[in-house]
């Protein structure tokens, strides 16, 4: 839709722009306008697109969009350089930051859009959406070949667990166990690399959480988009160009604390906020949970004891209160083009009282570990789907 500044000033202009003889290429003009003055330049079809999830802009002539099926080239091309760089300062000052040479890279989500619904937008219909976009971007010297766009695009999700079996990122099983696990309050985490459908999951999972249920969603830039009624969001902040008034995830853990919770969701794990989360964990919050960048459900205890240590907790104090708080481990991978669940396991205690992960599911298979789980999932050892 166009916005109401523009048509005013298409109807202010109409003589210069023809719109008085080509209505339709006066309607180009505005939409070009808006994408230049409003939002994202040349990029904007491509974030417009309900399927696109990732835009990437590694040189001029080099743009690059996921849909779902792997990064692919499009025919999108910026002028120069100088073009490129222009839309990453615009964006990055349309959220409040600063970027330049003194301060080279930013990592902000961009103000709010509105635009056609993934659900709509193929059958014409009028419903819109609010678009949201975060936006990394970073200038030379620091990226010697010339100016990085990194855009991920947050919808609303619509991929529940029914859609993920449907679509084979899911076992029927796993949904099943999934939802269990939500159900019966258990705490866990989900893990795996970039792009693995971390985000994807979990926002489907915590739409299974009750509706009495409060959840405080703590996260550094919101991607965690649940369809649930009664979520309290809390988002950190970067120090300003001064250096001062920072607000950390760990700061957002202590004050979702306070806020009366019934379950706390860290949307990813990456720092001393690790320490919060487990002590949480171990204080009746039952049914927390978060994401944490793994590379295998074993590398899960090793991850949070760097974190935590780091934030001043010692290796034994991190393994106890992680074997004490936290319940399953739900590991995805992604295969070229294919996200799919890998695992579910769960936390164990080793001889010398570190913490360790017992596989318990996988595809078509039930482990070590799957006794452990049946209990924590309240299902009888011999279940089926």
Not at 328 to 351: C, D, G, K
Request: hydrophobic fraction near 45%; charge should be neutral; include cysteine.
């Amino acid at each position: 839709m166009v916005d109401h500044r523009v048509a005013a000033v298409l109807r202010t202009e109409s003589v210069l722009l023809g719109t008085a003889t080509d209505p339709e290429a006066a309607l180009g003009t505005a939409s070009a306008v808006q994408a230049e003055l409003l939002g994202a330049g040349p990029l904007e079809p491509l974030l417009a697109d309900p399927r696109v999830s990732d835009v990437l802009v590694n040189a001029p002539d080099d743009v690059l969009v996921d849909r779902g099926a792997g990064l692919v080239r499009t025919e999108v091309a910026f002028r120069d350089e100088a073009d490129v760089r222009r839309l990453a300062v615009r964006l990055a000052a349309s959220a409040g930051r600063r970027l330049d040479d003194a301060s080279p890279w930013v990592d902000v989500r961009l103000p709010e859009r509105t635009s056609p619904s993934a659900a709509t937008a193929y059958a014409g219909a009028s419903r819109s959406e609010v678009r949201r976009v975060r936006l990394h971007a970073v200038l030379p010297p620091v990226a010697p070949r010339g100016t990085h766009l990194s855009l991920r695009v947050l919808r609303q999700q619509e991929r529940d667990l029914e859609w993920l079996v449907a679509h084979g990122g899911l076992p029927a099983e796993a949904a099943e166990l999934l939802s269990r696990l939500v159900a019966v309050r258990r705490s866990f985490v989900v893990t795996g690399g970039t792009g693995s459908g971390k985000t994807t999951l979990l926002a489907a999972l915590l739409s299974l959480v009750p509706p009495d249920q409060r959840v405080l969603l703590v996260e550094d830039t919101g991607e965690l988009l649940p369809r649930h009624p009664h979520v309290v969001r809390l988002e950190g902040r970067p120090a300003n160009v001064e250096g001062v008034g920072e607000i950390t995830l760990r700061d957002l853990v202590r004050q979702a604390l306070r806020m009366r919770p019934d379950r706390i969701v860290v949307g990813e794990v990456r720092g001393g906020e690790v320490v919060e989360l487990l002590s949480a964990l171990n204080t009746g919050h039952e049914g927390s949970c978060g994401t944490l960048h793994a590379r295998s459900p074993d590398a899960v205890p090793a991850r949070v004891e760097a974190l935590a240590t780091a934030a001043g907790l010692d290796r034994m104090a991190a393994h106890s209160q992680l074997a004490a708080g936290l319940d399953a481990v739900v590991h995805l991978e992604r295969h070229a083009s294919a996200r799919r669940l890998a695992a579910i396991a769960v936390l164990a205690r080793s001889a010398d009282g570190s913490c360790r992960v017992e596989p318990g599911w996988e595809p078509g298979r039930r482990l070590s570990g799957w006794p452990q789980l049946a209990r924590l999932l309240e299902l009888p050892p011999d279940w089926t789907a």
